[in-house]
């Protein structure tokens, strides 16, 4: 055998070990591979969320979408109704909190098949039932009022709409089962009873 015929062989073996190899190898990174990885992540994330959900996780959704509408409603008159920055400070941050945790909510609300609550009034003042909510006289109220007097009515009514929404978010730790409604329902909580207790401190200093 000539010296160009053993290294033809040579090489021939050569690429052949190469393919051997990428075959064998356990960890498959071909893009079929990467599309059954992703499409196993986003569906587990899909039955997380569409999946394990029960009446009470859609009810604090449904409830807690115009809870959260009015509170965002109330915190928005402050910057024209009052120049006390510790309130106006307050305001901003509630809108910043519960605007994305409304758009969280109605993703879920899509994701389980069930319609958005319409905004009627006062960004749901059919919800009266709920724990905490305004009515449509106590926002006209509130509309009205200006300076010092504004202050304390905003924050005695925002006082008593986080204690209702607290209430509601307990419900859902009690009796839903979607973990992702039940970390929101935490985060409400903690989040809004410090609110509380600076709105309390406002009123008092």
């Not at 928005?76 to 309130?87: I, K, W």
């Not at 305004?134 to 925002?158: H, I, K, V, Y």
Request: aromatic share 2%.
């Amino acid at each position: 055998m000539n010296s160009k015929s053993v290294t033809g062989t040579a090489l021939a073996m050569l690429a052949a070990a190469v393919v051997v190899t990428g075959c064998s190898d356990s960890g498959d990174t071909s893009p079929a591979a990467d599309a059954t990885a992703t499409s196993a992540v986003g569906g587990t994330a899909t039955t997380s969320v569409a999946g394990d959900h029960n009446q009470a996780d859609i009810r604090f959704a449904e409830e807690m979408i115009p809870h959260h509408r009015q509170a965002v409603e109330m915190a928005a008159m402050v910057p024209s109704h009052t120049g006390n920055p510790e309130v106006i400070d307050l305001a901003a941050r509630i809108q910043q909190a519960q605007d994305p945790e409304i758009a969280t909510m109605t993703g879920w609300l899509r994701a389980w098949g069930v319609a958005e609550p319409e905004a009627g009034g006062h960004s749901g003042m059919d919800h009266g039932s709920m724990p905490g909510m305004m009515t449509d006289e106590q926002m006209s109220q509130l509309e009205a009022a200006r300076g010092p007097e504004f202050d304390r009515m905003w924050l005695t009514m925002m006082i008593a709409h986080h204690e209702g929404a607290v209430r509601m978010a307990e419900t859902e730790l009690a009796e839903g089962v979607n973990p992702d409604a039940q970390a929101l329902a935490r985060q409400v909580i903690d989040a809004q009873q410090a609110e509380i207790d600076r709105m309390r401190a406002l009123l008092n200093g």
